[in-house]
């Protein structure tokens, strides 16, 4: 993976001009850039996970706030034609994404993940 590439919206607000992530913050961030669609698969999504887990536990387990995943998933992953309300989850990563939930079970809740599609 490549880092993102950050570009100032404002002052305190910068957006990956690869994925369209947004940080809100005084200083640019370091991420891995997601890129395009990841690929299929368990074995693939369990990778992807271990390393979010990592990402996001080197980070030092940032979370968004309930208002923020609840605005994320009532926006963008619940009207999203690829989100599966059965399961829960999004048909292009695997992730579950949920309105509410603990982190480690919830993509939206982890603040350094991003959707694949840059819809969030």
Not at 84 to 92: L, S
Request: hydrophobic letters at 30%.
């Amino acid at each position: 993976m490549t880092d993102c590439t950050f570009e100032p919206i404002s002052a305190d607000c910068w957006r990956c001009s690869r994925c369209g992530w947004q940080y809100l913050g005084p200083v640019t961030p370091h991420r891995n850039c997601p890129g395009p669609s990841p690929p299929r698969g368990v074995l693939a999504r369990g990778v992807r996970y271990v390393r979010a887990l990592a990402s996001w536990t080197a980070a030092g387990m940032p979370t968004r706030s309930d208002a923020e995943v609840a605005a994320i998933f009532a926006t963008h992953c619940h009207p999203c034609e690829r989100y599966d309300p059965a399961g829960q989850t999004c048909a292009v990563c695997g992730c579950h994404v949920r309105q509410g939930g603990a982190a480690l079970l919830n993509k939206i809740k982890m603040s350094t993940e991003v959707c694949p599609k840059g819809k969030w």
